[in-house]
Structures are given as C-alpha cells and as structure tokens.
C-alpha cells in the first residue's frame, strides 16, 4: 500500500451537471484505510477554475473552507460533510489550444504525530516510489471536475461602448509587415549584387503597396470614419446595438455586426515564449443600412460559451467585429474587445 492509499476520499454531486447560475452541492467522504486512527488538522475543501493548454497550467481559487468538527478517524472509519458553494457564473470548455476546467478540491490535513506513525507503520509493504512520496507530501488530496452548462444563464456586457475605424489596423499591420519584408529582402539581394539600382526597385515596390492599401483600406476608412458603439443586455438571451457614425456618409451600402469569441495561450516554446490564438465562436452577422443603424437587436449566443476571463497564461477573449461594405464594393473590417460575463441572479 502506497502512502496516498491510507485515506481514501470521495465525492459525491447533487447533480451531474450544474448551471452556471445554480449553487453547487455535494457531499464528501473520507474514509480511513491505515493501520492507526488519524488525528485531523483540517479538512479543506475547494472550488477554483483551473485552465490548462501547450504544457501550461494555471488556476484561479473562487472559494474554500475548513471541515473542523472532526478531530479524529478511526481505523476503518467513514466521516462525511456536506457542501455548498456559490454559482461559478462560468462554464466548463474544451477549446482548440486551451481547456477550462471547475474542480472541486479536496485536502485532508494529519497531525504530524499520525505522519510520523503512518512513516513508521508497516515499512516493509512500502513501495519506495510511495514512502518518498509521503515524505515530501504527507497530506491527502482529491481533485473531482465539475461540469458546468450555461443552462437558462444569460449573457450580459461588462464594457457597453467603445468605438472602431474599419480597415485603418488592417492596413497598418500590411503596411508594417510589407516594409519589413521589403528592407529585409532589398538588404540581402543588395548585399550579394552591390547594385543601388536593387534599392530603387523595392521601394517603388513598397510604394506600389501603399498605393493599394490607401486605396482599398484607409481611403474608404477615412470616408467613413469612426463607428461608435454602445451595447445593451436585453431581456430572454438578446442584446441591443446602437451604431453611430461620426461622419455623415452616403459611402455605406451595410455594416455587418458580429460577436467572436477568441482564445488565447502564452507558452514556453523552447527558450522564448510564444501566443497562439484561436476563434473559439463566429456569431451571426446581424446587417444594418445607414437607414436602421442607430438601434438592432440580436441574439447572444445558445451555446455554453466561456466569459471573459484572465488567468496569467490563458486568456478569453469577446470582440465586437463590424465589416463595412462601401457604395463602391470596398470591404473593409474592424474589431474592438468587449467583455461579456453571466447575469446575476437577484
């Protein structure tokens, strides 16, 4: 019997699957398996929301407290409590690059006089593997997952306004990485001919470039100008959008409006670190005309879906994205973050 064997601990849900607004319960059972009673410090029970992805793990610790009214298990005995925690107001995921992940925790904390006993008791039937273990970890622990759906949850905003300039992050992110490209390229072809005349030909290059960009991206942006936004929960599942334009403009055939859901991981990558982001969500386009562009509703979506949230190397994200169709067939997008959480019951 290795040393973890000598308390066994289980848990047992009220249900299989909790709602993100409902309360959760359950009872715990700790039953003694060891040759001695064992003295009790604490038992400790815990509810965090653990993220895990690319070799990372980090959790966030939502509440916990201390069983103190036992003292003492006895040889063979079963003690048990019952629990209740608050709701998570999130929910259990399994993304491209990233899981989230509610655990209940369980540590069963000896007196060190029961450590030292359990060290003594028996050491011919240990494992070596399981008597160092005990050594370095002499407490007992139990990690139960819990499965968390939005149910009859509603979505609501955080953030409710903000404003975006369709096309202008586009064309400067083409804009940047071309003139890197670009100096790169002319630098080395410069370096093997010696020729100025190869300079000469990379600008006009890059010159072109911007040419086209100007033209499909931050000429119509510029007509257009900045779209500001405000967002508002409605009732049964839908929001509200109110769209207004700060230039007035007959450049607008329709503005698409989308929620996107994105997940987002920083990992080690060898000796340097690195970021992978994923669409986890692409909503309904929901289009609007210059006439109906002040006020729209539309639908959060069904699914049980992540809120924003923040845990060191992990990362959900929620953008408001608008895509812009011109008079003249031009297209250009853009995307401001917003922060969506779970409504909370009164």
């Not at 608050?86 to 399994?94: D, G, H, Q, T």
């Not at 929620?318 to 019951?345: A, H, M, P, Q, S």
Request: proline share 3%; hydrophobic share 35%.
């Amino acid at each position: 019997m290795s040393y973890q064997q000598f308390v066994d601990i289980k848990v047992t849900l009220d249900k299989n699957e909790f709602q993100a607004n409902e309360t959760i319960s359950g009872e715990i059972f700790v039953k003694n398996h060891s040759p001695i009673h064992l003295d009790i410090e604490y038992i400790q029970i815990k509810l965090s929301i653990k993220h895990q992805g690319k070799g990372e793990t980090d959790e966030i610790t939502l509440d916990y407290y201390s069983i103190n009214n036992y003292k003492k298990i006895s040889r063979g005995q079963t003690i048990s409590s019952t629990f209740t925690f608050e709701p998570v107001f999130n929910v259990s995921f399994i993304g491209e690059n990233m899981t989230q992940t509610v655990l209940l925790s369980t540590k069963v904390d000896i007196k060190k006089e029961s450590e030292k006993l359990l060290r003594k008791e028996k050491l011919s039937d240990f494992k070596i593997g399981g008597y160092l273990k005990g050594l370095i970890s002499p407490d007992f622990y139990h990690e139960t997952p819990i499965l968390i759906i939005k149910g009859n949850s509603t979505y609501k905003f955080e953030k409710t306004s903000g404003s975006i300039k369709p096309g202008i992050k586009k064309a400067q992110a083409i804009l940047f990485f071309g003139l890197i490209v670009t100096g790169i390229t002319s630098a080395i072809i410069y370096s093997q001919l010696s020729r100025l005349e190869v300079l000469y030909i990379f600008l006009s290059i890059y010159v072109m470039l911007c040419g086209i960009v100007y033209f499909y991206k931050i000429q119509p942006s510029l007509a257009i100008g900045t779209i500001n936004y405000k967002l508002e929960s409605l009732d049964e599942n839908f929001y509200q959008t109110n769209l207004r334009l700060k230039k007035r403009t007959d450049t607008i055939q329709h503005i698409s409006c989308q929620l996107i859901g994105k997940e987002k991981v920083t990992y080690d990558n060898g000796s340097s670190r690195s970021t992978t982001i994923n669409t986890f969500y692409k909503g309904k386009k929901t289009k609007v005309t210059p006439i109906n562009i002040s006020s729209f509703k539309s639908k959060f979506p069904d699914e049980s879906l992540p809120i924003s949230i923040k845990n060191n190397d992990f990362e959900i994200m929620w953008y408001l994205k608008l895509e812009v169709l011109t008079r003249n067939n031009k297209r250009i997008k853009g995307e401001d973050l917003i922060l969506i959480d779970f409504k909370k019951l009164i």
